[in-house]
């Protein structure tokens, strides 16, 4: 009778535990483990300021009180801009640390590289720093991935229709970076232009291993453009700037956005530079605009106390705005804080009050649009600073 009992208690015990809700990985009553990757090294170092930016943000929320109790530890890794490099750092992220969540990982060759892993895996991949539209546009096989930045092909679009206004005589040279990042912007132009697509003279796609890019600026010379459109990155656009200086090149130059920040635009001689184009959704630190902006202040209040020596820019200050959105993501997941939550409080934001972003920009996405930001303004580089000028312009891809 009593090994009966016993059995029974043990059984009831055995079914009680199995009901218990199994834990969700990076989370515990105190604390969510977030991971991600970033170039702290190589080519593309410069934008490493993505994540220490995020990171300072993140430490400023804990200290006043986290999410909901939680404090939010975010782990990055370097990985050199390098896609192997990307995916083996994820996989020790997710099954040896055991992360919530992958987190702003930058890069767009990076980002395929992971993504597969973790939708099979079914872990978020939130807010990608990247603009390539596949990480909006394929949720259903993707349905664990959500992007942030606008897509590189509605900045092309937006190019287009500046060019065709401004410009409808333009003979227009390319360089790009050759994989998809480069070539969706490029299509994106394309696109824009419609049936003035020939007004692209001349395409030249550039090895992103490659040492420098002085002779495919030199070959887009040659062919008499008075428009050069740098869609590169890092080190690479620097070079495209200084390149068409040194060989007397004067065309009306457009950058990309990820390839304008300030802190990259200085290190090209004033001439190259001066009235150069691009896009922008981000309040810029440097820019004298934002001088008494209260969330320019507040991003130099929380650099100054949680990433003390580092010095500000336009990465830091993307990378609080992806912070600010996860943090604002997290709350509507709720106190029961799940993947499954996440990913549905991610894809149902209306943000209006970001403070790291243009005035008027509203963060927004529904399950069946996973593009936060489409919203952009034009500016223009002068005495060594970004201009703003126009109205907002829709940015959907």
Known sequence: MKVAVAAVVLLAAASAAGAR?????????????????????GEAAAAAGVARGAEAYFKYVNARGGVFGRKITYKYVDDGYEPQ????????????DGVFAIFNSLGTSNNAAIRGFLNQAGVPQLFVASGASTFGRDAKKYPWTIGYIPTYSAEGRVYARYLLKRKPGAKIAVLYQDDDYGKELVSGLQAGLGKKKGLIVKKVGYDPTASDVRSEVAALKASKANVFMIF????FAIQAFIAANQLGWRPQIVV?????????????????????????FGKDPDGPTWKRDKGMKLFRSVMKRYAAGQTPNGYYAAGMAAAYTLVDTLKKAGKNLTRKSVMTAATHLNEKSNPFVLPGIRIRTTPSDRFPISQVRLER????????FGPLLSAKP
Do not use: C, Y
Request: aromatic letters at 6%; hydrophobic letters at 45%; charged letters at 10%.
């Open 21 to 41: 809700p199994v834990a969700t990985p990076g989370v515990t009553s105190n604390s969510i483990l977030i991971g991600g990757t970033i170039p702290l090294t």
């Open 85 to 96: 490099r990307t995916f083996l750092a994820v996989r020790q992220l997710v099954q040896q």
């Open 232 to 235: 590169a990155f890092g080190k």
């Open 256 to 280: 990309n956005d990820v390839a304008a920040a300030t802190s990259l635009m200085q290190l090209s001689p004033p001439k190259a530079t001066e009235g150069a184009l691009s896009i922008v």
């Open 381 to 388: 580089w002068h005495k060594g600073h970004w201009v703003l």
